[in-house]
């Protein structure tokens, strides 16, 4: 089974980018397809971005999508986000996710998560 660590959260000033990277254990990184989902306090896990297995499809939230982009490296168990002006909206926890089979934005569906990472944008 896949265990995710995220790494490259902070503080970002508004206007800024981020690059989010969640690293996977295992030898079957590709089987899996990798999102990203995010929770700011008070608020439902939003979805963020979702890539294929093989990294040709992708997806992305309608808060997000423009100004994002998700890449994966197979070769490196390694899923990215790419953020560019961010806003002190996108303040939250973001969470890396992988599923078996199946595309899908709902968090509900998604059964290995990252711990998350804490993103800040001031303004």
């Known amino acids: 089974q896949v265990q995710l ?10 206007g800024g980018s981020l690059r989010l990277s969640c690293a996977a254990s295992g030898r079957t990184f590709a089987n899996y397809l990798m999102a990203w989902f995010r929770q700011a306090p008070g608020k439902e896990r939003e979805f963020v971005a979702a890539i294929s297995g093989s990294g040709d499809g992708t997806s992305y ?3 997000v999508k423009g100004r994002s982009t998700v890449s994966r490296d197979n070769a490196l168990n390694t899923v990215y986000l790419q953020m560019n002006s961010v806003k002190p909206e996108d303040t939250a926890v973001y969470y890396c996710a992988a599923k078996r089979l199946g595309f899908s934005t ?5 059964d290995i998560w990252g711990q998350g990472t804490q993103v800040t944008v001031s303004s």
Do not use: H, I, M, P
């Open 61 to 63: 939230g309608d808060s």
């Open 106 to 110: 709902s968090w509900n569906r998604y």
């Open 5 to 14: 660590v995220e790494s490259g959260g902070g503080l970002v000033q508004a």
